[in-house]
């Protein structure tokens, strides 16, 4: 179970594998469980054993956090461990200005409140994103426009913000998702060329980089979450990095009730703002946690690229693409494609149930956003109906199709960054599984019952 697998001889077994070489043969002797049966047809578990626990806590996090505690400083405006944590968080992504608040929504809502997004705007998002992207253009009242995805990397499919583009359009939000570089070079070209601020939704991506440049600090400004299940985690958080002094300025302002930092805290400098404050416990866990950040990235990002090496070698499955201009990625998620053809048509959700009996966890990610009713309920809102039109709002809902994402949210399979905090051993056994579910992909497609799956 623990013996290491030499590389070569386990890529040429898998590639046998796949070729339908009979099982058994001296290169199998590599692969304990490849001719066992599906652990969901009873045999044993390709994973028997755990993957790393999420959260990692330690002495010097809980030290800290007694001694916020006995500070009585609780809040940023008594305290410094807020500022602490930017001037960290600054250093590690090379940002000039870092902003703690209290989450990733409130760092994106933060960024729109500096820009003055507001009712009759357009912001340009990616449709394969997390909710909150989507979310805080809402809570402004200015109408999002999906753009589709590429379906080889996940990201937004740049190539397409441009037809997104319209005379109200006042931000593109291009989204990283999964903590892998969108194409920015295509991004910020398109967004230079008709002048529109791109604010990067850099919350999956934490030290992600672009032609060596960290994510999050291309765009005027760039936000982050540190939401429990993010690779840099307090709970709850976020951060905004910007490289523009006036920006980052009225940043701080916004999530300070419009009051500045100075003595004269009593004057207002815009005509918005709302408490989105980061306390003194999220600042000083997340500059403990931070020692981590690091390390735990160089572990996610060699233990995901062997894997890759690993899926790439069986068809049907097909890892996440990276752009050229990636240099690094996040790994929030490891996320690949399924293609059932390959697997005697087994419907996703059953190659999913085979997975995780198999000891390894996955999930197959989001669905279309756009076709949510959460989303197409907006067309009904009283408060849309009234600013834009009921023309405007059905021809809204008629033009949020994406059909490469309604294929990508088909196909695609996700596991969790914490799973890539294990070992080679935790990631040859994720291949193992997948190679045995391959060679009985015929018996599982048979002894499912799919539509019960699907449902629950
Ligand atoms: C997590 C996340 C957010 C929101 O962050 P919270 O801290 O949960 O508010 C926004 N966008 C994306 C892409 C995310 O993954």
Redesign the pocket.
Known sequence: MNCHLDRRKFLSAMTLASAGVTLGGPAFAYLPSENKKPALLGGPKAHPGQFPSWPVAGRSDEQGLVDVLRSKKWGRLSGNSVATFENKFKELTGAKHCLGVS??????YTSLGVLDIGPGDEVIIPVY??I??YNVVVLNYALPRFVDTDLESFQIDATKIEQAISRNTRLIMP?H?GGSPADMDTVMEIAGRHDIPVIE?A??AHLAEWKGQKVGTIGMAG?F???S??NLNSG???AVLSNDDAFARNAFNFQNQSRGTDSDSSTYRSTRGSNLRMTEFQGNLLTTQMDMLSSQARTRSLNATYLTELLREIPGIYPAKMYPGVTESAY?LYMFRYDKREFADMPRSRFLQALAAEGVPCSGGYRSMNKEDYVQRLAKNRHYLKLYGEKAMQEWVETTSCPQNDLLCEQAVWFTQSMLLGTKNDMEQIAQALVKIRNHAGELAKSGSPEKGDKK
């Open positions: 989450s990733g929504t409130n760092a994106l994103t997390f909150a992207t989204v998702i939704d919350c999956q936000a979450s540190f939401q299940s993010k709850e958080g976020g929030h």
